[in-house]
């Protein structure tokens, strides 16, 4: 079966910086709605009438992966909002209640950067947010997609995503 929308592709990789240090590996298929909101728009071009055993190493710049990093996003907030221990790293799954900063894009998720004695720091950028990235890939399978898939446009959760816990009301990743 050749790629094309909407279907699911299961797909392995190894995704390095420009520097060539690895930032993430798929060693085991995992599978991605093609034609949906699974995948960047670059990959899926990659991918297109392409089918299972096909490879290709791809150099994405920012703009085509996960944008430019934007010096707007990042917020300072009291460390009170969140129980403890709250920790750099630590990611938040929408505006955290009580925050007090105007304008936090609430669809954003914010990673804790800094931690002080009072305060915290949110950056509402992605984490590979003005990275140059190179991404090797292997499409292992293609299968069509459910009814459930197509609607959602999604097979499930995202990939750079670490879970911890979180207040009552957002999600810590």
């Not at 950067?113 to 292997?138: C, F, K, S, W």
């Amino acid at each position: 079966m050749n790629i094309s929308a909407p279907c699911v592709v299961s797909l392995v990789w190894q995704l390095h910086d420009a520097q060539g240090t690895l930032i993430d590996e798929l060693k085991e298929p995992v599978e991605f709605f093609f034609g949906g909101d699974d995948l960047l728009a670059k990959v899926e071009e990659t991918l297109t009438d392409q089918a299972a055993g096909f490879t290709a190493e791809l150099h994405l710049e920012p703009e085509h992966a996960f944008g430019d990093y934007d010096p707007a996003l990042v917020f300072f907030e009291e460390r009170s909002l969140l129980p403890e221990p709250v920790e750099a790293g630590m990611q938040i799954d929408g505006v955290p209640p009580g925050a007090t900063t105007q304008g936090m894009p609430a669809d954003a998720v914010y990673t804790i950067t800094e931690v002080y004695p009072t305060h915290i720091v949110l950056d509402g950028n992605h984490p590979l947010a003005g990275l140059a990235l190179r991404l090797n890939m292997t499409v292992k399978d293609v299968r069509n997609a459910t009814d459930d898939e197509i609607d959602a446009r999604s097979v499930g959760e995202p990939v750079f995503t670490v879970m911890n816990t979180a207040p009552s009301g957002t999600h810590l990743h």
